[in-house]
């Protein structure tokens, strides 16, 4: 079983940068599938990316690519995503989401279901 915590949101500026973090405690982290997920006001959860437990394979949602990067430091049972070039479009809550069992797969959606455990989230708001 995780706890998952995220970090590192706030307040960023179009075209400025963040890394959010999330801190997973308990057993196992490297086992486990990590996604990242961002929820706007008034829409639909969406998957952004997503990177398996070695941190071999990552995966993101066509909308970030380019511009989102994500890493995972099982030594200190963290996983990244840095934000870069932000966009309006980008304001939302981010959070992250651990699974033994969901697959990230490189160019294939980024699916909710599956994933067991949840962080509370961390907002992220771009404006001028």
């Known amino acids: 079983q995780l706890q998952l915590v995220e970090s590192g949101g706030g307040l960023v500026q179009p075209g400025g940068s963040l890394r959010l973090a999330c801190t997973a405690t308990?057993?196992?982290?490297?086992?486990?599938?990590v996604g990242w997920f961002r929820q706007a006001p008034g829409k639909e959860r969406e998957g952004v990316s997503c990177?398996?437990?070695?941190?071999?394979?990552?995966n993101f949602a066509s909308s970030v690519k380019g511009r989102f990067a994500i890493s995972r430091d099982n030594a200190k049972n963290m996983v990244y995503l840095q934000i870069n070039n932000v966009e309006p479009g980008d304001t939302a809550v981010y959070s992250c989401?651990?699974?033994?069992?969901?697959?990230?797969?490189?160019?294939?959606?980024?699916?909710?279901?599956?994933?067991?455990?949840w962080g509370q989230g961390t907002p992220v708001t771009v404006s001028s």
């Open positions: 989401a651990a699974s033994q069992l969901q697959k990230c797969i490189p160019n294939f959606r980024i699916e909710s279901r599956g994933y067991d455990y």
């Open positions: 308990g057993r196992g982290f490297p086992l486990y599938v």
């Open positions: 990177i398996t437990g070695s941190g071999g394979i990552e």
